[in-house]
């Protein structure tokens, strides 16, 4: 049992939920929509990290041997 002194953060992913609501995403398996909120998250990442071009182009690194593993 957890109580108020064994509180522990708990990182997160957003997952858009259009992804599940419109039809045109429906034949996109669980995975992809978890891979695509990975892929937003790391972009978030990257912005907040300075990884930006000129044009406001944010570059993600996101090695396909980490994503196998999330």
């Keep these: 049992m957890i109580n108020g002194s064994d ?3 708990v990182e997160c992913v957003n997952i858009p939920k259009i992804l599940f609501q419109e039809k045109q995403y429906e034949k996109l398996s669980v995975d992809a929509k978890l891979l695509y909120s990975l892929l937003l998250d790391r972009k978030t990442m990257a912005i907040m990290n300075g990884w930006v071009d000129q044009y406001g182009t ?3 690194i996101y090695p396909k041997s980490e994503m196998k593993n999330t």
Aim: aromatic share 34%; net charge neutral.
């Design 7 to 9: 509180y522990a953060p």
């Design 58 to 60: 944010a570059y993600v």
